[in-house]
């Protein structure tokens, strides 16, 4: 075989610099997306923020407009709660919009149907509304909001972790220097939740090192100081497991009734509390009534009674100390109800112009890099210049395509705006494709971390996606509206007597609805439902 030459002709597909800005933009969360423009504007000086100036220009020729638009359109109103809204509206008028100033926020973000959303906020609080709606609250309202935001930065700064609780108590106690510090030592090594997970033995080991002598003496000290950390409010801290939790709260609810003389029946339902306490957790867990009766050699009915006030106990004493850093998500579309007629409602989507960041070109440096175009020592500067050209037309694509997209959304899953979960209807990645002329894969990027505020709260853009189920009638119904069905009847079940899986399926095909037991079992452990054993009332 020898060498030779020869010419082929193929087609493969390259993805330019600005496709592949495009899609990296179009899947970050809001988050991602505020990260990313700092970057820019840090790399790039032909990349700048619109200054204020301008956006209070814009800002004002808005809010004119709206405003008149909106008195016009409440005025053709014949229902006494709109006009009565409308003249509330306009006698102290919300702060305008943050204008959008790429002027691609088309198709619902401004107009009457902004202005008409704020009349019926009212009527349409949901869990989500009163997070995005602040700026159509009267003055009054808002003063109030800013003092109750005050008072909760107050309260978080004035926060008492379970650890400074437990040494401010440790400074009451008349002890040395090395039991002081014994007890100092075991209150840093509990948990968040008051729980010391480590034996003492191996906390002196780590401080004696391989002297054993002394890992003798430390655990000693331990042993004197845990009983000393178990002696603090709140009861049941520095226990090493459950069932001593449960026994430390019990023993000081028994003191407490000592000393404040409680009936004897009382102090026996205690005293058999912490015989059930003794027994393994497991069949406290499962409410093995019969066999705790028989280990415990008590009543049934008494030991229900004890078990119920057991169930009343905190398993986790450092509950209540825990600082939980709320994550708040901020949505990236908002949904407003602009109109309720007589069986006819509509719904706004516009973006939130909160997460939508003002850029435009640097007019200065432009300017100048104009004027020395044919230069060819500013190549490099014409680059940076088309990038920051690029990175602003990508972002706002990124905002067109996630408000179609949520658009789209809204006009098939319009009852559930107005019904809830249970009139979701069955919705695929496909069917927002095929309707808006995109792949799969970029309407999957859309959904994926973006937010949408509606009346009935706030939710991720994959949540209106579900398969359907099979009913009688040869449609289908939406996964999310079955499991909402199940929660209804779990919800409205008999404690002592609760819904099986098998039953659950029984009366969902008694609404029409096709679903196997397994499927149900799925979706109630998706729902975080307990089984049946778990749910049963004592």
């Known amino acids: 075989m020898k060498p030779g030459l020869s010419l082929r002709v193929s087609q493969h597909l390259s993805l330019t610099p600005q496709l592949q800005q495009s899609i990296q933009l179009l899947q970050l969360s809001t988050l991602e997306l505020a990260q990313e423009v700092e970057q820019m504007l840090n790399d790039n000086p032909f990349l700048e923020r619109e200054t204020e100036g301008e956006a209070d220009a814009h800002e004002a020729i808005a809010a004119s407009a709206n405003e008149s638009l909106i008195a016009d359109e409440f005025r053709s109103e014949n229902s006494e709660y709109q006009a009565q809204a409308a003249s509330e509206f306009i006698a102290e008028p919300a702060p305008a919009e943050t204008p959008q100033t790429l002027e691609w926020n088309t198709g619902g973000n401004d107009g009457p149907d902004d202005g008409d959303a704020g009349g019926l906020d009212g009527e349409w609080g949901g869990e989500g509304s009163s997070e995005w709606d602040i700026s159509a609250a009267p003055a009054a309202k808002g003063r109030q909001a800013d003092d109750e935001e005050n008072d909760a930065i107050s309260l978080a700064c004035e926060h008492e972790s379970l650890t400074d609780h437990l040494h401010r108590q440790a400074l009451s106690l008349h002890l040395g220097a090395e039991d002081r510090a014994a007890l100092s030592f075991l209150i840093e090594s509990l948990n968040d ?197 690029w990175f602003i037309k990508n972002i706002q694509q990124r905002f067109d395509t996630i408000l179609r997209v949520s658009e789209a959304i809204v006009e098939r ?87 099986s899986d098998a039953k659950l399926a029984d009366m969902l095909k008694e609404q029409g609805i096709e679903c ?16 049946t054993t778990l749910r049963k009332a004592l």
């Open 193 to 389: 939740d008051g729980y010391l997970e480590e034996p003492l033995a191996e906390l002196a080991a780590g401080l004696a090192g391989g002297d054993l002598e002394e890992r003798e003496e430390l655990e000693q000290r331990f042993a004197i100081a845990l009983k000393l950390l178990q002696s603090l409010e709140p009861a049941g801290v520095g226990a090493r497991d459950l069932a001593e939790c449960l026994q430390l709260q019990l023993r000081d609810l028994l003191q407490q009734a000592e000393d404040e003389g409680t009936t004897p029946a009382r102090l026996s339902l205690l005293q058999l509390a912490q015989s059930i306490c003794a027994q393994p957790m497991d069949l406290l867990a499962r409410r093995d009534v019969r066999k705790l009766a028989g280990l415990c050699g008590a009543r049934e009915e008494a030991l229900r009674e004890a078990m119920a006030l057991i169930a009343r106990l905190e398993p986790r004493p450092g509950r209540r100390f825990a600082n939980v850093e709320r994550q708040i998500v901020v949505p990236d579309v908002i949904v407003r109800p602009v109109r309720a007629g007589a069986g006819r409602v509509e719904f706004a989507v516009r973006l939130n112009p909160d997460v939508m960041p003002q850029l435009k070109v640097h007019d200065v440096y432009a300017g100048v890099l104009r004027r020395h175009r044919g230069e060819e020592s500013h190549g490099l500067l014409q680059q940076r210049l088309q990038e920051a050209r």
């Open 413 to 499: 899953q319009k009852n559930f705006f107005v019904h809830g979960e249970l009139a979701m209807r069955p919705l695929v990645l496909r069917d927002i494709a095929d309707a808006l002329g995109l792949h799969e894969s970029t309407i999957s990027r859309v959904t994926t971390a973006k937010y949408m505020a509606t009346p009935q709260g706030t939710f991720e853009l994959k949540y209106f996606f579900g398969s359907g189920l099979g009913t009688e009638t040869g449609g289908s119904a939406s996964s999310t509206a079955v499991r909402a069905l199940i929660k209804q009847f779990v919800d409205a079940e008999d404690p002592r007597k609760p819904l």
């Open 516 to 531: 196997a037991r397994r499927t149900v079992a799925k979706y109630r452990e998706q729902l975080k439902i307990p089984t």
